[in-house]
């Protein structure tokens, strides 16, 4: 595995990959990486003959008074697990050499971004989409690998693949979870014992949608009720807020019906959370 740093090196050896007609597969992250992370990975290395991985904690998706400072970080033991997937280049670049002193261009999937994290994190989208868009022209992949945990990611940096005609197909990898149920998340770290119990109701929460709407409900805002009452019942748990919606342009539905994204995110303390269920529902005629 290349451990590379600066973009024209990571440029120069991917294209004699591609003279070689070698495809590109992509995970970006931010590192400290867990099951998930290992996952996606891993559907890279099916799907591609050559698999890039980049490390790099964007400040820019990250507000005034989030945690970029004390985002979770061990770059010993990534470098461990990614040589453990046989990853062909991990890109590991400083904040210096993806954001210039004089950087001023940004892209912004506008409504998208506003919608559901994007209420109580006004400037997160803009960072992720900006970020990606710039590792998107520097590795220049095939296909793109990101996790439905973050599901409103995932929504946007489609949209933003559609919009901006980048040539890159992007696969979405369904959540791995602990065995109770909690999404696994680089920020499940900050949690003690009370909270990591108690967060395990959100999970719960996506539990009982499924259930009231295999039994045939169809009223988001009944489902809506029944996961709030649930996860009222969990004092640690400030529930943010819990979203119904259309999987593919997140607007809010009245009615399931079709592909349906249920999503919430709530804090523990200074821990925010999010978890999300992705279903293809019909509408049960009466
Ligand atoms: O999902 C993440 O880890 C980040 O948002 C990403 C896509 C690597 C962009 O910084």
Redesign the pocket.
Known sequence: MKIIKEINTLRNFLKEERKKQKTIGFV???GFFHQGHLKLIQEAKKNSDVVVV?I???PT?FGPNEDFNQYPRDLKKDIELAEKEKVDYLFTPSVQEIYQDDFLTYVNVEELGAKLCGKDRPVHFK??TT??AK?FNIVNPDKSF??EK?AQ?LVI?KKMVKDLNFDVEIIGVPTVREEDGLAMS?RNIYLNLKERKAALVLFKSLELAKEKIEKGERNSKVIKNEMEELIKKEKLVNLIYISVSNAENLEELDVLEGKVLIALAAKLRKTRLIDNLFLNIKLTTP
Do not use: A, K, W
Request: aromatic content about 10%; hydrophobic content about 45%.
């Open positions: 970006p992250t931010m980049s790099f904690v964007n998706q960072g992720v970020v990606v590792l990101f996790g973050d990611q940096i680089s």
